[in-house]
Each structure stands twice: as C-alpha cells, then as structure tokens.
C-alpha cells in the first residue's frame, strides 16, 4: 500500500513536470553568465547598484594653474629653481614640495623639499611668473638633498627639527 502511495504522488507531481516543454522567461532584465567555479577560487560577487555618476567642479581658467616645472624665486627675487615634484602624507595632504636648485642646465644641481606652507602662488596666473619660497637662497643651499625612498628632510622657516608623526 505504501509503495502504491509514493508511485502516485510520483505520477501526479512529478510526471506532469517532467512532460513540460520549457519555456523562456518572458522578463526583459538582462541575465548574467557565471563561469563555472573552479575548486579554490572565492564565490564571485553579485553585481552591485550602479554607482551615481561622479560630481563636478568647474574651476575658472585664472583660479588655478599646475606648479609643476614653475620658476621658484625668493622674496629678494634669486633665482631659487624649479618645482619638480609634490609629497604628500598617506592621508592626502600636501607637505613638500621638490625643487631642482642650482646648477646650470642640470650639471651640479640637486633636489631639495621644501615645507609647502613656505611657498607663495600670488603670481601664477600666467606661466611665465613664478612661485615665491619664503626662504633665502643660503638657507635653501644648506638643505640637504632630497633622495627618493629615503627620509625626506624637509626644510622649514622655523628652524625647528620635527618627525611627521605617522599614525600606524
């Protein structure tokens, strides 16, 4: 009697199923195809919302200008080099700025960072006008040299000696 009940429920559940032509879905949202997953490897992420589109600033042709390359002059107007790079923290935040001082057409020249608060961009609208460094030009000779993947000294008005104090 029992073996009689399963081969009906059989009969009436599953048969009808199995007799079922397929059919395609009728929704019109765009299916995904995920390769099979290889032993090992992490499930893959199911697509996300779309992100909004990104926000814009539109900022005024004499409101701002690239320092890169910039003539750098003391307040005595001595020529004090270029600015040839920009440090910045792990947070973002600008420290230093690279100047290429002295030499002569890159023969005996040499890097130095400069505290980013030291330098002045009151005449930067145009190109030609440089940056002035709020240091002299004997202050700026005994720096000692930027070098990458080292420390980097960086040279102050102060006269203070103080480490960034990094967060772990």
């Known amino acids: 009697m029992r073996a009689r ?3 009906m429920f ?5 048969a009808p199923l199995a007799a079922t032509p397929c059919r395609a879905q009728s929704d019109t949202s765009p299916t995904q195809v995920v390769p099979p997953r290889q032993p090992g490897t992490a499930v893959p992420a199911l697509p996300k919302e779309p992100m909004p589109p990104p926000s814009v600033t539109i900022i005024g042709a004499q409101d ?3 320092v890169l390359g910039r003539d750098v002059r003391s307040p005595a ?3 004090m080099g270029r600015i040839v790079d920009v440090v910045v923290d792990r947070s973002g935040t600008v420290r230093a ?6 030499g002569f057409l890159g023969v005996g020249s040499r890097k130095i960072a400069v505290d980013w608060d030291l330098l002045r961009f009151g005449r930067v609208a145009n190109k030609s006008d440089s940056i002035t ?4 030009k004997d202050q700026v000779k005994a720096a000692p040299e930027y070098q990458e993947d080292k420390p980097i000294v960086v040279l102050g ?7 960034l104090q990094s967060n772990p």
């Open 5 to 7: 009940c399963w081969m």
């Open 10 to 14: 059989i009969a009436v559940t599953i």
């Open 64 to 66: 701002a200008h690239g």
């Open 77 to 79: 107007d001595e020529d």
């Open 97 to 102: 700025a690279i100047i290429d001082f002295g």
């Open 133 to 136: 460094l709020e240091l002299t």
């Open 157 to 163: 008005a102060s006269g203070k000696l103080l480490p």
